[in-house]
């Protein structure tokens, strides 16, 4: 109920919000103002499911800062920024920092060489810049934990399903790099219920019980036989 309700506050200030981020921006990197254009992608991805296409040197980064300061309100670990790599996030990161601590926003960076704290306060920050590439494997990381303890193992401090992810390069991330940790990540699956575990645990038991004596080898002549 709260998150609808940020939300929908934030819909309600959008051109107010974007305006002070403007502000920020303008005060941080010394430009006079965002764009049109930039303003208007960027109130474009504060909103489901939508691609903003943006060409080299029109500002993607900027915009990018513009529509997460509007999800960032939607709660700590919610709005995710995913970049093509590590060195992007930092530098992305560190920017956004700058920007986005003007208006009380924190921003968290996370590195492959981090420990398991460092990573969950960074996923709690109210803007969290990650690669793609790491994403997939904290996810990964996070769904595989054991229950009963997964919360306080997990890397990851909002459900995925209320997170706003704004992906720089979309066709790089989702596309080029997603590979195994990507495709790992989204789920193992529905969960064995008995009977089908006592079957399988019968299986393993069985298997464990067994003993190769011997193994022998013969060498075949594979030439046997041609002409």
Do not use: C, W
Request: proline share 2%.
């Amino acid at each position: 109920a709260l998150l609808g309700y940020a939300q929908a506050m934030v819909g309600a200030v959008r051109t107010q919000a974007l305006a002070l981020v403007d502000v920020a921006i303008s005060l941080q990197e010394g430009f006079p103002s965002l764009h049109r254009e930039q303003l208007a992608a960027a109130s474009f991805l504060n909103r489901t499911n939508n691609i903003a296409e943006l060409k080299t040197g029109e500002g993607k980064s900027l915009v990018a800062v513009a529509a997460q300061s509007l999800n960032s309100f939607a709660g700590a670990g919610r709005a995710v920024t995913v970049v093509t790599t590590e060195g992007f996030a930092t530098r992305d990161g560190q920017a956004a920092a700058e920007v986005l601590g003007l208006l009380g926003r924190r921003v968290g960076i996370v590195a492959q060489k981090m420990d398991e704290q460092a990573r969950r306060t960074a996923y709690a920050a109210d803007v969290v810049y990650v690669s793609g590439h790491q994403l997939g494997f904290d996810l990964e990381h996070d769904r595989f934990q054991i229950p009963q303890h997964a919360e306080a193992q997990r890397y990851l401090q909002a459900p995925t399903k209320q997170m706003r992810v704004v992906v720089d390069e979309i066709d790089s991330v989702l596309i080029d790099q997603a590979r195994t940790p990507l495709i790992l990540s989204q789920g193992i699956g529905a969960l064995v219920k008995e009977p089908e575990a006592a079957d399988i645990r019968g299986l393993i038991g069985m298997a464990g019980q067994l003993t190769v004596r011997e193994r022998r080898f013969e060498e075949v002549d594979r030439t046997a036989g041609r002409t």
